[in-house]
Structure formats: structure tokens, C-alpha cells
């Protein structure tokens, strides 16, 4: 038993016990972020404050939302939305940031790809990132089932019978996902199961398996200069404030941080009050029929572009595709052949792949949300070629990268 000696404060009696002092600075006070850094580094911390506005308003519409097919779609459209107070703002709040919050994700990832922050060190965060847009899509899917509109039942059917395989006809599989032949009252029981605990619980524990990939190798910065942590932080513990390359995390990183969440704050409630619309599918207030296949079934914006990677080919070749971009993004650190963690611009044809490899997910997603016919469908298709070409370059032009 260690020796604990009688407390003098409530601080000194949590330090004993806890080492309070220690968790601080190795996660605020003692914790490095380099100066040269910009907005697009406030991603971050912006996501973990949607999820948590996230948490917040699924907890309270938890209270009054009920999993069962008979009643769910009253309990969203009625009672959450008409009868209790202020339930309608917690929906808003609610939907508009399942939305938003893969805006950012997109952004946070592209930050990423374009300064090369998966290398060199930080390819657990980079790992430990696409897991957590994975289990993000997961949770988006399965909470869209939850109101039991038309769009839920047939995205869910859509959706479920990917799992059959096309012509391996795995239509078991199917049917034990769902827990029945159609989705039914056991779906909406398990993936309401999914989207109030075992997600969530996946998402909290790959966020601290994030953060803590992020505490050895650091985060980069925008010019990709490797920055000699403990001689800097040496720097700024003796004084030296203005000549060291970085600054603390907590207070003085945790200040500027702050002000780009309250930036996104104003924009995110405006959207919340004045343009929530964009965040609900106008199809998911007619109630689930089974007997009603709405006339053009397609997912949520965000999962537009993988969407468009499987429809336009026939079905076998499709699901491969699809496959193929649903894990493609994890192997990024492997696939980029490059010595050089440094800004796309100066990376020659880097700089090429990354600028098409935007539009072309950008075109995919509009694509993906009209009807496959005519010249959006031949569009579509080019775009989907374009988007496994480009995968299938990627080693040999990052190969060829002199190193800077
Ligand atoms: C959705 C939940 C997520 C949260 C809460 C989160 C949080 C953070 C935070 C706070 C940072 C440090 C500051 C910053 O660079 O913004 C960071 C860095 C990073 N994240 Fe995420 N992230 C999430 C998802 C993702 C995803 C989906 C990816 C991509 C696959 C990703 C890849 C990265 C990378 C590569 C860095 C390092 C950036 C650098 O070193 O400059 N993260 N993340």
C-alpha cells in the first residue's frame, strides 16, 4: 500500500489519489501545439462539440421517442415535434447536426490528406479517424430508421440488401440482419439499439483512441516542418514565448480554438432555427409502407458519392466497387509512397491527384442525388472509373516524389 499522507485541500486529496496534477499537464498545460497552424485545425475540436450537442439532444429525445413500428413515427412527428415543449428544437438540433457534423468530417479529412497528416507517426490517428467515420455512418444510418418514414423502411431495405451479395444471393444473411423477411418490428429494435448505446459507446472509446494517438507524434502543421518538441516546449517553459514554435494546449491553444467553435456555433444554430429544412428528407413524413416504393430512393448527401460508386455498374462489379471505396481511405498511409508530409503544393502531381480526387467525390455526390438517366448517368459512371483510377495510381505517383 502506498504511503498517503493527510490531505491539505479537496485538490491535494484528488491529486494523492487520481495524480490530477500530472493528467493536466500531459493533456493541457504540457501538451504542444505548434503556432503555425490555421483554422482548419479547429476541425477537431468542432466535431467533438457537435457530438456533443449530439448527445445531449438524442438524450432528450429519448425521453419521448418510441421504438416500436406502430407508434415511433407519432412519437417523432407528433409528440416530439407538436406536443412537447420545445421538443421540436431539440429535433432541430438534432438533424441538422447529424448533417453538418460529416461537412466537417469531410473537411477535417481533407485537411488531412492535403498536409499529408496520416505519415510519418500518424498513421494511428489517421486509423483511428476512419474507424471513426465508419462508426459515424453506421450511427447516421441507423438513427435515419428511427422516425419509421418511407425513406427509413426502404433505405433500410436498400440498404440491407447490399448484404446479400448480388449473385451470391446471401439472402440468409439478409434476413438475420433484419430479424425477419422485411424490416420490421425486430429491425427497428436492434438498430434502435444500435443508435442509443452500442454506437455511441464505439464512437466515445475511438475518440480517446484518437486523441491518444495524437498525443506522441503531435499534430502537424502547414508547412510540414518537423518541429523538435521538447527543445521548444524547453524554449517556452524558460520564458521564451515568442521564440518558441509552439504553445500550449490549454490555455492559450484552447483560447483560439475556441473562437473558431463560436463562429460555428452562430452558423450551426442559424441553420438550426432558420434552415433545419435541408436536414429532413420531405419523403420521411409520409409513414413506412411496404406496399409503397417511393419513385426515387437515395441516401442522406453524405453517403451520395459511395452511393454513385455502386449504381452505375451492373450489380456484381457494383458491390466490388462500393467495397473497394468503403476501405479504400484506410490504406492511405500505405498507398502514399512519398517521403514528404508536406502541403499537396508542393508536391507536384500529389497536388494533382488531391485537387481531382475532390472534385470528383463532389460530382459523385451531385450525381448520386439525380435520377441515373442520360447524361447524368454517363457523368456518374466517369466519375466512378475516375475515383478507382485514381486509388489505383496513387502508389506509383507518389513513388516517383523526390524527397523535399
Ligand atoms: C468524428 C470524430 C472526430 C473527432 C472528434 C476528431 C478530433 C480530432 C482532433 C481534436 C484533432 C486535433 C486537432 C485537429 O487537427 O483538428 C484531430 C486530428 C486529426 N484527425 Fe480527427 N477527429 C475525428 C474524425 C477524424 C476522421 C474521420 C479522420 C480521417 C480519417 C481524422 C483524421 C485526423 C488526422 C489525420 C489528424 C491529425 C491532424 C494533424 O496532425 O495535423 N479524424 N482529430
Known amino acids: 500500500m502506498a504511503h498517503f499522507e493527510k490531505a491539505k485541500s479537496l485538490h491535494d486529496w484528488l491529486n494523492q489519489r ?6 493536466r499537464r500531459v493533456m493541457a498545460t504540457e501538451y504542444w501545439i505548434p503556432k503555425n497552424i ?3 485545425w479547429a476541425m477537431g475540436m468542432i466535431l467533438a462539440v457537435t457530438f456533443g450537442l449530439l448527445l445531449v439532444s438524442g438524450i432528450f429525445l ?7 413500428v406502430a407508434t415511433a413515427f407519432d412519437s417523432v412527428n407528433y409528440t416530439i415535434m407538436k406536443e ?11 438533424g441538422v447536426a447529424a448533417s453538418v457534423v460529416f461537412l466537417i468530417i469531410y473537411i477535417h479529412m481533407f485537411t488531412g490528406i492535403y498536409y499529408g497528416s496520416y505519415k510519418k507517426g500518424r498513421e494511428m490517428i ?7 467515420f465508419v462508426t459515424f455512418s453506421a450511427e447516421a444510418f441507423s438513427g435515419y430508421m428511427l422516425p419509421w418514414g418511407q425513406m427509413s423502411y426502404w433505405a433500410g431495405m436498400v440498404i440491407t440488401n447490399l448484404f446479400a451479395g448480388g449473385s451470391l444471393h446471401a439472402d440468409g444473411l439478409v434476413e438475420w440482419i433484419r430479424g425477419d423477411y422485411v424490416p420490421a418490428q425486430a429491425f427497428l429494435n436492434r438498430f434502435f439499439m444500435l443508435h442509443v448505446l452500442l454506437l455511441p459507446l464505439a464512437i466515445l472509446a475511438l475518440i480517446g483512441l ?5 498525443r506522441i507524434p503531435h499534430v502537424n502543421n502547414q508547412d510540414g516542418e518537423e518541429i523538435d518538441f521538447e527543445a521548444e516546449a524547453a524554449k517556452y517553459k524558460a520564458g521564451d514565448k515568442a521564440g518558441s514554435k509552439v504553445i500550449a494546449f490549454a490555455n492559450d491553444f484552447m483560447s483560439k480554438d475556441m473562437m473558431v467553435v463560436g463562429i460555428y456555433l452562430v452558423f450551426f444554430f442559424y441553420l438550426v432555427f432558420y434552415h433545419y429544412g435541408f436536414a429532413m428528407d420531405p419523403v420521411n413524413f409520409d409513414p413506412a409502407d411496404g406496399l409503397k416504393t417511393p419513385a426515387h430512393i437515395y441516401p442522406e448527401w453524405y453517403f451520395l458519392w459511395s452511393y454513385e460508386i455502386l449504381r452505375p455498374f451492373p450489380t456484381d462489379p457494383g458491390l466490388i466497387a462500393f467495397g473497394f471505396a468503403q476501405v479504400i481511405f484506410f490504406l492511405l498511409p500505405f498507398l502514399d509512397r512519398s517521403p514528404n508530409a508536406v502541403p499537396a503544393s508542393r508536391r507536384g502531381l500529389f497536388n494533382v491527384w488531391f485537387w481531382v480526387m475532390l472534385v470528383d467525390m463532389i460530382v459523385l455526390t451531385a450525381m448520386g442525388k439525380l435520377p441515373p438517366e442520360g447524361i447524368f448517368s454517363t457523368i456518374g459512371l466517369v466519375a466512378a472509373i475516375t475515383f478507382i483510377v485514381l486509388w489505383i495510381l496513387l502508389p506509383f505517383i507518389t513513388k516517383k516524389e523526390k524527397e523535399l
Do not use: C, K, T
Not at 62 to 68: A, E, F, G, K, S
Open 62 to 68: 429519448l425521453m419521448y421517442y418510441q421504438p416500436n
Open 126 to 132: 489517421w486509423i483511428s479517424g476512419m474507424l471513426l
Open 18 to 23: 487520481l495524480a490530477v496534477d500530472a493528467v
Open 84 to 94: 412537447v415543449e420545445f421538443g421540436w428544437l431539440w429535433r432541430h438540433i438534432h
Open 210 to 214: 484518437h486523441f491518444a494517438a495524437l
Open 38 to 40: 490555421n483554422f482548419l
